[in-house]
């Protein structure tokens, strides 16, 4: 009889250990689990972060500018007013004075007030050739071969990213992200050779990635075409700038 209660008590035993070894094991695997789960998970969110990063500082500058009415600009012509004595709560609605911008490039360059670009241009660059282009927008805008150079009659055809990881495409990854912000009469400035050209924007669109034309079409007065990835980082389709020559150059 109690041989039996102790073979009893000894096959439970050897059950309950069972039962807990299971457990143990079903709990690391769920544990490994749900552990590798979190990692995928927050890596995604971590990468999702650092792509969207650029292009949302860059929305949030661009509303901040425009709440606070804070304005770039080129014009070196105007002289500095004398301050007026203000009580403080006026200085605090006064309108901020424009920030002035020095080109990165006179030699070639762009500027877009109205969005914060300053950018270099890289001449003569092959928009067919990707290895070619893909290294050029790493140093700045690129410009496409056997286009025009600004001021010359005919489609001047600037390209850049608005890329999404911006790790991988240089400082210039995002330099045209804002380009859907631009609207009929904002003014894009390019310089070449020390010499200031201004252009006005007449047209902003959005085209099928495979859509040639914008680069193709052709103009009998200085016009100026800037192209852009729409959405940024996607090559689904393409943002379309068009502006012309508002007036002969402005020499620096």
């Not at 995002?174 to 894009?188: E, T, Y």
Request: charged letters at 25%; hydrophobic letters at 40%; aromatic letters at 12%.
């Amino acid at each position: 009889m109690i041989g039996r209660i102790i073979t009893a008590i000894r096959n439970r035993i050897i059950e309950l250990r069972d039962q807990i070894l299971g457990l143990r094991e079903l709990d690391w695997r769920y544990v490994a689990l749900r552990t590798a789960s979190n990692i995928l998970i927050f890596g995604a969110l971590v990468y999702f972060a650092s792509a969207f990063w650029d292009v949302g500082r860059q929305e949030l500058l661009y509303a901040y500018w425009r709440f606070r009415g804070i304005d770039f600009t080129l014009d070196e012509t105007q002289e500095p007013e004398e301050p007026a004595q203000e009580s403080p709560f006026a200085k605090l609605l006064a309108q901020p004075t424009p920030l002035k911008v020095t080109p990165k490039s006179k030699k070639f360059g762009i500027v877009i007030e109205k969005i914060g670009v300053n950018a270099p241009v890289v001449a003569n660059v092959d928009p067919g050739n990707k290895s070619e282009y893909m290294v050029a927008l790493e140093r700045g805008v690129a410009h496409a071969e056997y286009t025009p150079k600004p001021g010359q009659s005919g489609n001047t055809y600037l390209f850049a990213h608005s890329a999404l990881d911006f790790w991988n495409y240089g400082p210039y990854a995002g330099v045209f992200n804002l380009l859907r912000k631009l609207r009929k009469g904002d003014r894009v400035v390019l310089f070449y050779r020390n010499k200031r050209y201004d252009y006005v924007v007449t047209k902003n669109e959005v085209v099928a990635g495979f859509d040639l034309r914008p680069l193709l079409r052709s103009f009998s007065t200085p016009h100026l075409t800037l192209q852009t990835c729409d959405p940024p980082g996607v090559a689904l389709n393409r943002r379309i700038i068009t502006a012309k020559l508002k007036e002969e150059p402005i020499v620096k």
